[in-house]
């Protein structure tokens, strides 16, 4: 066998470091710095294994041999474990919320699901007033909903680690919205299109939550898309334009930047009008569109560009309800015919069919969703 042998080390006041030679260990009371920088200037072709730290996303990321994995700093799934017992110490998971939605009528009523065990909706507060097909982005710690019917400016949080009522935080989205969606990473939120027929993106910071800010446009203004975001890429997918014509452009942009969409792609697969997305850090899974109204389940990959491809179906064809996700598991909730109570999963790694999850507290339509541990984190 060879021997291995590295030199020229230095620590961080400039002074050298030692050789290693052969299997070598080392300790420190200080620390090591790996190679820093942005998405642009990833490596063209990293070994296996490559340690990096992302200064657009502010994360450690490793190349997996076929992508980029995140490395997340923190998770929802800790708890304190110097707590005796209870969820104090266990740590709430993953936790989905649906918010308010029409049943015909509207309730202002949030329900939460913890995603990594199935079972029926528990009550989470409610939200400032009854209303439906408003935006919602989140962080790890702090859900956001933003608009909502009556073409509110409304921004408002919860936190997913408490429960209670949403509160009406200071700032406003640049233009009143309805039929929008929002997508996010860890710290900043974008909501996109609505009505009126909207182009403008708006931009928030999901740890201030101040007035919203211009991001940028996109390609065509419609109502109701489709929305998810990776840590790097904020993702929007069809929705009706100004003549009632469904739009099956895929669009993106770098979150951790400003400007217009560029072309992804298209949803060759399911339905065009509010698409809903659920997924990981590498893989975006559409469902429950409402035009037209169907089963079938696409997916893309969020890294590359491209057409979406089959993923399944859903057991019912419902339209108009609302998603959330983990990094491994979607689930689609509730919607039309009927003002469904029901919710069905799927798991995010492999093709396949969706499957019973639980119900929600009230059925309804138009109440959208949002998650502290989905693939933008």
């Known amino acids: 066998m060879s021997e291995f042998k590295a030199s020229g080390f230095r620590d961080e006041f400039g002074n050298a470091g030692p050789d290693l030679v052969g299997i070598t260990t080392f300790t420190s009371p200080y620390y090591f710095v790996p190679p820093s920088g942005t998405t642009a200037e990833r490596p063209s072709s990293p070994p296996p294994g490559m340690l990096r730290f992302n200064t657009d996303i502010g994360r450690l990321e490793v190349w997996r041999n076929d992508h ?115 997508c996010s990473n860890s710290t900043r939120g974008l909501t996109g299109g609505g009505t009126p027929y909207i182009k403008q993106i708006d931009l928030t910071s999901i740890a201030s939550l101040g007035n919203a800010e211009d991001f940028g446009d996109l390609v065509e203004a419609v109502r109701q898309p489709g929305a998810y975001a990776s840590p790097v890429r904020g993702i929007f997918a069809g929705g009706y334009g100004p003549s009632s ?100 999963s799927i798991e995010i790694a492999t093709a396949g069919n969706g499957v019973d999850f639980g119900d929600l507290s009230d059925g309804g339509h138009g109440g959208i969703g949002m998650s502290n541990g989905h693939g933008g984190l």
């Open 68 to 182: 980029w994995a995140t490395i997340l700093g923190e998770s929802p799934n800790l708890g304190d474990h110097n707590a005796s017992s209870g969820e104090s110490r266990s740590g709430t998971g993953t936790r989905g919320v649906i918010g308010a939605r029409a049943t015909p009528g509207f309730i202002d009523e949030i329900d939460y699901f913890t995603i990594a065990t199935r079972g029926n909706a528990t009550v989470f507060g409610e939200m400032s007033s009854a209303r439906y097909l408003y935006g919602t982005f989140a962080s790890s710690t702090r859900g956001v909903f933003t608009g909502g019917n009556g073409q509110l400016s409304r921004i408002e949080s919860i936190t997913f680690a408490s429960t209670g009522d949403a509160i009406v935080d200071s700032g406003t989205l640049n233009l009143g919205r309805y039929l929008t969606i929002g």
């Open 245 to 344: 014509a469904m739009k099956s452009a895929i669009q993106y942009v770098t979150i951790s930047t400003t400007g217009n969409t560029h072309s992804f792609g298209d949803l060759t697969v399911g339905g065009f009008s509010g698409p809903k997305g659920t997924g990981s850090a590498t893989r975006c899974v559409f469902g429950g569109a409402s035009s037209p109204t169907t089963k079938v389940l696409s997916f893309i990959t969020m890294a590359s560009t491209g057409d979406t491809q089959d993923f399944g179906d859903l057991i019912s064809s419902l339209s108009t309800g609302g998603s959330f996700s983990s990094v491994t598991r979607g689930v689609y909730a509730g919607g039309l015919p009927g003002n469904s109570d029901t919710c069905e």
